[in-house]
């Protein structure tokens, strides 16, 4: 005999299960609405040929008013002591205060640096206790001394899947460098399934 959880049976078969059972459909309405999705995001951090990038890296959503709702990745050095210094990823530590987090939630999201070369993560929202709602993503990536990358888009949890739509922003300091540390950034909103 097979047995079925009822994430396993999907929102139709919730549904049916419901109606089965005399529970009213507003309550499969209710778990539909509350799904938010997942996150996919791609990039490439490129050998440069000028210097040595550290690629310390923080992702995380903010609400509408520009503050963080959660960090969803930090790079190991960054976690560890290099939110400390300032200079790395200035504009997550100056909102993260991850010396107060959890252990939990510090671990839960601290990972290895990505390798040079291609890289792609992927956040289950639902997983990750983030409510339906729009966000402001932020990925932002220390190269060096205080020069920084940071990407950011805004998307809407609970529609169909979506290319976020991302803006550049490099600084605070100026690099003197031709070298493209970080390219081909793509996120995309995946609707639940």
Known sequence: ????????????????????????????????????????????????STIEPTYHTAIWLEDKDGKIVKTLYVSQELSDTAYKVGKACPDWV????????????????TAPTPNVGTGEMTFDLAKLGIAPGTYGFRFQVHI???YNILYRGQFTTGGPDTDVKLETVYGPGKLDST???????????????
């Open 94 to 109: 100056k909102q993260a205060n991850w010396s107060q987090a959890p252990k939990s939630e510090v671990a839960a999201v």
């Open 179 to 193: 070298d493209q540390f970080v390219r081909d950034v793509e996120v995309r909103y995946l609707a639940p399934k």
């Open 144 to 146: 060096s001394e205080r």
């Open 1 to 48: 005999m097979m047995k079925r959880t009822l994430s396993s049976l999907g929102l139709a078969g919730l549904a049916c299960c419901l109606w089965a059972t005399g529970t009213p459909l507003s309550l499969a309405a209710s778990a539909r609405q509350g799904a938010v999705g997942s996150l996919d995001v791609k990039f490439f951090y490129d050998a440069p």
